[in-house]
């Protein structure tokens, strides 16, 4: 497991960062000046990593407002390689989510995502603290027992100054976390348990006697429980039977209660039917009544028109009258003018009657020829009126075909024809289709050329089986080589000499004898390759040794160049044209034709997938666009083609409107026709009408002329003709007195009618009065019907309260239960209260009694002292017998404990002193133990040095003058030196071996010299890949040591921090923007 990455924000005073971490055998330096926030970044590594030793709420800025939310993430991606890989993914990456709202505690989250892709993980856990199973402690399991990374238990991250700290730090905390790293804490642990058994067994066996002692006082106590507990069991059966039986005789009276209450509803219920009954029949009496009401008005009406047509009959005869005594006044005075009027004619009695008979002839016709000309007119006028109205619709209708024709005729203009636009769509969508699929083209060669920037600028040029090759011999921990790590082509090959390689550029050299091949590239075992000599260049086949490769690695280069030269000097196995001949047959290229072993190649790869990118994305950027812009016209096309159908539609029905119009020209013209016919009829009318008025002129004069011949013809028969006239004046007058008479007994009937009306309206007004009534009362038993409801309720929940008790009491106090209900006697006669109050007394004299503090086994306590008594003589004989056996095991615990001690400090101080010889000092490693006055036991594990040659007894390096004073001790950097040589000797010596260690101030007090010697030394022992965090500035030998270097820049003016990245070149380290 390789560190590969590391990002935070939220973090100090640090801008949002992102450090890279990768490589696997690549070391990197973080340096900068002091206090600018170097050892924040090991901080957020523990903390993301769950380490004991971070203060979480130390990384939080000082510079933030008390009432603003503090939010923070870091990560730590991990790359599964290494000797130490695990069962996972390639790449697996640690979060931790922090946030704090104003005055809250800080909510943490850690989360752990894996995958074979960086940023593109299969699986994500959350782990929060209040998940019952992915809680904070899962997580810490996870890291120490399934990814091996665990800060504390392996190590892994040393914190500012814990390095240097072993030089000052006391005997006694040195000896302690020399133990927590060789599991010897736990042999001590088990050492001073069982110091501490051993005093308790001592403490056990001293009081024994006195324990004795203690239970027959205790006996005595037990007499006196026991009689208070047959008191209160007692009290407990009298309070139970008083509770049991209120509740039995209060579930009796409720059950009564309800049965009668049940009773008083049903008779409610019949109470309430017959209510219904009789409301239903008075409502039947009242519409009669209503009818009969009715009926007596329409005989009312009746009589009042008859009294009417009376009277208007008595006004006729009374006219009549009238006429008839004006006409015999008149009589009586023409018979005295009938002289003058004889003078007066100017025709003969049969030109008179001639006269007459032809102008009733021509009156008649007169009135036919007008009738039939009135009758013409109306039927004419009728058919204007239609055609008027037809005229109008046909207008209206004209009119709107002419606006939707201009509508129609614009959208027809403008998208031609249905079948164009749905042309036009079907080729939309067709080129929308070919678009997409070019967009998705388009984005799997992007894909593509992103990867394999990715690889060229990682320098990853690796094909799938070479990756398959190398996890397999990795899982072996077999150290293993792809060819182009060790060889490449030299600055005067072509591009073209690669292709020589085909056959064999992929070959996989590893250190080892032999493997079994998970595919069928050339595995090359180093070990079987014997060269005749030493070789690190092939000119004529444009071959070198790699580069920069480590001394340990140069050996191996050496020995797969003179393999390669075999292809071309061997006669059995050779290379022609790119192709590998053997005796089995011939074999072209391993893998797509691809440059892998010169940088010029590579380069100009880099150079030409950076082009293709850029003019792929153009290309999908312009699809993008163009598939927009389609997808607009799509939808506008599919919004309007249905108009455009529509449109085509109405232009196919112009016969329709042509035939509207001709519709319109006939109805104009027969509405002129109309027109002058209708002003013909109404002339010839005023014609006739006024040939009547003259026809009726002269009737009325030639009538007037035959009256006067009448009169004259009838002269003698007038004073006859004026007796009939007063005849008929007397009769008359009598059929008016009738007829009064008549008038006078309908007035009679029409008033017994009115009282008659008053009558049953009283009828009515009395029957509304009973319905109300009626209602009132259906309210009333309504009313009583759900009061008898409610109190059956009541009684019921009553009733379900006590059953419930009962059960209860039977569920939890059983035994006593069945003891009291065989002898509960019930009580009908007393009231439901008193019942009541006796439940009440009960329940509390129970609930005291059961409340009560008495010991249910008092009977069995006492018989129990007296055998604890016997049981603690045994005990205090097994005691003094466990005693001897305690004291043999603590003696067996420390023998093992000061050999286990004796051994790992023995290997330590071998290590120590190989280290310190490397920089001419002596060093030793010793430890003592002693017991303190309260007899607790304290070790100390010293680190003695001195120079080679000097004399004298070696001290502790942490010794120093006392009382402030100097010139006692070592050197500040001897201090160093030595804490850093120890610290690696007990590295050295744990069991695990991660693939990485971070060391904070690692070289803060070494001279330059010592320094470089120092790291080669950790490099060489650990081989795993150091982080490094320093605030010196350093000379370019030690900078070159390191792959990877930032510097930690903090500016306090704003304030911020920030990580600027180094990057190596052949010459120097330049700052990478």
Wanted: hydrophobic fraction near 35%; aromatic fraction near 8%; proline fraction near 2%.
């Amino acid at each position: 497991m390789i560190p590969w990455r590391l990002t935070f924000t939220g973090i100090r005073d640090y801008r949002p960062t992102l450090i890279d971490l990768s490589g696997v055998n690549e070391h990197v330096m973080i340096t900068g000046p002091n206090g600018a926030g170097k050892s924040t970044i090991t901080f957020c590594m523990g903390a993301v990593l769950y380490s004991s030793k971070v203060a979480i709420e130390g990384l939080k800025s000082r510079n933030l407002s008390p009432d603003q939310t503090w939010k923070s993430r870091i990560t730590l991606l991990f790359n599964n390689s290494s000797l130490m890989k695990i069962d996972a993914p390639r790449f697996i990456e640690f979060s931790l989510n922090m946030v704090q709202e104003p005055g809250q505690p800080i909510k943490k989250e850690y989360w752990i995502s894996t995958g074979e892709e960086m940023d593109q993980w299969d699986e994500t856990i959350r782990y929060s603290s209040g998940d019952r199973i992915y809680n904070f402690s899962a997580y810490r399991h996870a890291l120490q027992y399934k990814y091996k990374i665990d800060p504390d238990l392996f190590y892994l991250i040393w914190y500012q100054q814990e390095v240097n700290q072993f030089a000052v730090m006391s005997p006694e905390e040195r000896f302690r976390i020399f133990s927590e790293m060789h599991g010897i804490d736990k042999t001590q642990r088990d050492w001073e348990e069982s110091i501490e058994k051993l005093k308790d067994t001592e403490e056990s066996l001293r009081y024994a006697e006195t324990n004795v002692k203690i239970k027959k006082q205790e006996l005595t106590l037990k007499k006196r429980e026991l009689d208070h507990y047959h008191d209160h069991q007692q009290r407990l059966n009298d309070g139970a039977k008083q509770y049991i039986e209120a509740l039995l005789n209060l579930e009796h009276s409720h059950i009564k209660e309800i049965e009668k209450d049940k009773e008083i509803q049903i008779q409610l219920m019949t109470d309430l039917e017959n209510c219904l009954q009789k409301q239903m029949e008075a409502k039947v009496k009242k519409d009669q009544n209503e009818a009969a009401k009715q009926d007596l008005k329409q005989s009312s009406i009746q009589l009042n028109l008859q009294i009417q047509e009376i009277e208007n009959k008595i006004i006729t005869s009374q006219n009549k009258a009238k006429q008839l005594r004006e006409d015999i006044v008149r009589l009586e005075e023409e018979l005295s003018a009938t002289s003058a009027k004889k003078n007066r004619l100017t025709r003969s009695e049969e030109e008179v009657k001639l006269d007459l008979k032809a102008l009733k002839k021509q009156q008649s016709k007169t009135l036919e020829d007008l009738k039939e000309n009135q009758e013409d007119l109306k039927i004419k006028k009728d058919k204007f009126l239609k055609e008027v109205e037809v005229k109008i619709k046909l207008t209206h209708e004209i009119e709107a075909n002419k606006e939707l024709e201009f509508k129609h005729q614009e959208c027809l203009r403008t998208y031609t024809s249905s079948h164009i636009v749905q042309e036009t769509l079907d080729h939309l969508d067709m080129d929308l289709e070919h678009k997409k699929d070019l967009k998705h083209v388009l984005s799997n060669q992007l894909k593509e050329l992103e990867n394999e920037q990715d690889i060229l600028r990682e320098n990853r040029m690796l094909s799938s089986r070479q990756i398959e090759s190398l996890k397999l011999l990795k899982i072996h921990q077999i150290k293993a080589y792809p060819l182009r790590e060790l060889i490449q082509l030299d600055s005067t090959a072509q591009l073209q000499d690669e292709k020589l390689f085909n056959a064999i550029k992929y070959t996989i050299f590893f250190n080892g004898k032999e493997i079994i091949p998970p595919n069928d590239l050339y595995h090359v075992s180093l070990k079987g390759i014997i060269p005749d000599r030493s070789i690190t260049k092939l000119p004529i086949l444009h071959l070198e040794v790699k580069d920069g490769l480590p001394d340990v690695d140069l050996p191996f280069a050496m020995k797969a160049l003179w393999w390669v030269e075999q292809f071309f000097n061997n006669q059995e196995y050779t290379i022609k044209n790119d192709i590998l001949i053997d005796r089995m047959g011939i074999r072209g290229p391993q893998e797509k034709e691809k440059y892998i072993l010169s940088e010029k190649a590579l380069k100009a790869r880099k150079e030409k997938v950076a082009a293709l990118l850029e003019e792929k994305q153009k290309a999908k950027d312009s699809l993008e666009e163009e598939i927009v812009d389609n997808t607009k016209k799509i939808r506008h096309l599919n919004s309007v083609i249905q108009s455009v159908k529509e449109a085509e539609a109405f232009m196919t029905k112009e016969y329709e409107r042509l035939n509207l119009k001709r519709k319109l020209d006939e109805v104009r013209a027969e509405e002129k026709n109309l027109k002058s016919i209708i002003t013909v009829l109404e002339t010839s009318i005023s014609h006739f009408n006024r040939l009547i008025i003259e026809q009726s002129s002269l009737e009325n004069i030639l009538k007037e002329e035959e009256e006067i011949y009448q009169e004259i013809g009838q002269m003698k028969e007038r004073f006859q003709f004026l007796t009939q006239l007063k005849a008929s004046y007397t009769e008359q007058e009598k059929l008016i007195s009738k007829m009064k008479t008549q008038r006078d007994i309908l007035d009679d009937q029409y008033d017994k009618v009115s009282r008659d009306i008053k009558h049953v309206e009283r009828k009515i007004g009395e029957l509304q009065e009973e319905l109300d009534i009626y209602s009132r009362d259906l309210r009333i038993f309504e009313s009583q019907k759900r009061d008898a409801e409610n109190r059956i309720e009541l009684s019921q929940m009553k009733l379900i309260q006590y059953m419930d008790e009962l059960t209860n009491l039977q569920k939890i106090h059983s035994s006593l239960y069945q003891k009291i209900i065989s002898n509960v006697k019930t009580d009908s006669e007393t009231s439901i209260q008193q019942m009541m109050n006796k439940r009440e007394e009960g329940l509390v004299k129970f609930n005291h009694a059961l409340d009560e503090e008495v010991d249910p086994a008092a009977p069995e306590n006492y018989e129990a002292v007296k055998k604890e008594f016997e049981r603690l003589d045994n005990e205090c004989n097994r005691t003094k017998i466990l005693l001897a056996q305690d004291q043999e095991r603590t003696d067996q615990l420390k023998d093992h404990l000061e050999k286990t001690v004796n051994m790992r400090v023995l290997e330590i101080q071998q290590r120590f002193k190989s280290y310190m010889a490397h920089f001419q000092f002596d060093g030793e490693i010793s430890w003592e133990s002693y017991e303190d006055r309260q007899n607790r036991t304290h070790f100390k594990l010293f680190i003695k040095a001195r120079k080679e040659g000097h004399r004298g007894v070696m001290e502790d390096v942490s010794v120093k003058a006392r009382g402030g004073k100097v010139g006692k001790g070592v050197s500040g950097g001897e201090e160093s030196l030595s804490s850093l040589l120890f610290a690696l000797a007990l590295l050295q010596n744990l069991k695990t071996s991660p693939g990485f260690i971070v060391l904070d101030e690692f070289d803060s007090a070494l001279d330059e010299n010592r320094k470089s010697k120092v790291f080669d030394l950790y490099v060489q022992e650990l081989q795993r890949k150091l982080i490094i965090l320093t605030p010196k500035s350093h000379e370019e030998t030690y900078l070159n040591r390191f792959k990877k270097a930032f510097v930690v820049h903090h500016d306090p003016t704003i304030p911020q921090s920030k990580v600027v990245g180094l990057v190596k070149t052949e010459e120097s380290l330049i700052t990478q923007k």
